[in-house]
């Protein structure tokens, strides 16, 4: 009933600049904080960025000063603006959600995960 979809990957040069979007769809009541995670085979997925509802963001100390998180609160949207990339931040980021929803008018919290988009830096 609740599908969060993630685009805007991809491969880039060391340097570059990508914006990625997730989309949250379904009975959505309400989106409370939304957050972009990352991964890398062999490593626990991390914390990227994480914006509240109010617009309070919390950046991993990797990318301060060079990603910026942002969303549409009318449009259940989470964004990631990603500069001077890094070899280092090639990884799948993963954007989850934390959704109050309408479960067969009940309302149902919980947490929800897209399923991954691929950004690679070259260097």
């Known amino acids: 009933q609740v599908q969060l979809v993630e685009s805007g990957g991809g491969l880039v040069q060391s340097g570059g600049s990508l914006r990625l979007s997730c989309v949250a769809s379904?009975?959505?009541?309400?989106?409370?904080?939304m957050a972009w995670y990352r991964q890398t085979p062999g490593k626990e997925r991390e914390l990227v960025a994480s914006?509240?509802?109010?617009?309070?963001?919390e950046y991993a100390d990797s990318v301060k000063g060079r990603f910026t998180i942002s969303r549409d609160n009318a449009k259940n949207t989470v964004f990631l603006q990603m500069n001077r990339l890094k070899s280092e931040d090639t990884a799948v980021y993963y954007c989850?959600?934390?959704?109050?929803?309408?479960?067969?008018?009940?309302?149902?919290?919980?947490?929800?995960w897209g399923q991954g988009t691929q950004v690679t830096v070259s260097s």
């Open positions: 989850n959600a934390d959704l109050v929803i309408d479960y067969y008018s009940a309302y149902q919290a919980g947490y929800y």
């Open positions: 914006i509240t509802s109010g617009g309070s963001v």
């Open positions: 379904g009975t959505i009541i309400r989106a409370n904080t």
